[in-house]
């Protein structure tokens, strides 16, 4: 995404991550299959830089900060807005949306190897109260094969 964002917004310009790149070959074929350019003014940088824009404040996206940090940091950069956040922010945004949600969930909650917070301390005071019974949420692992099967399941989010 960084490098995407990048090439949009600083058309011809490095990427700061040389590991990362396009060989000329497929420049051509990109810059083909869009009409001849990739810029800023281009339909598809433009959408691309008013989506970023017309966000909130944060981007979530299915990463690994172990290995795509310093991408992630970047694309923070690009963007000015932050992508990356403490384990507890994450769990308090995720609490706040699922209460507000107003729907039946199970989460399951890991917590790193030596780690032995309990879940009722890694949550919000009073959570577990406020949601009630429409909450189950487990620490470690879900029986998935059970959960998934079962007709009344709606939706699944991971990672």
Request: glycine share 8%; hydrophobic share 40%; charged share 25%.
């Amino acid at each position: 995404m960084s490098f995407s964002l990048h090439s949009t917004k600083h058309l011809g310009a490095a990427y700061p991550f040389q590991e990362i790149f396009l060989q000329d070959f497929w420049w051509l074929k990109l810059r083909g299959n869009l009409g001849g350019s990739l810029d800023k003014n281009d339909d598809v940088g433009e959408a691309l830089i008013k989506s970023f824009k017309d966000s909130s404040d944060i981007i979530l996206m299915k990463t690994f900060e172990e290995i795509e940090a310093k991408y992630m940091n970047y694309l923070s950069i690009l963007t000015k807005k932050k992508t990356e956040h403490e384990a507890k922010d994450e769990m308090e945004e995720i609490t706040h949306g699922l209460e507000l949600s107003k729907i039946n969930f199970i989460w399951v909650v890991r917590f790193p190897k030596g780690n032995i917070t309990k879940v009722e301390e890694a949550l919000p005071l009073g959570f577990l109260n406020r949601v009630g019974e429409r909450i189950m949420v487990m620490e470690g692992c879900a029986p998935n094969k059970r959960v998934l099967g079962n007709a009344r399941i709606g939706g699944f989010m991971s990672h």
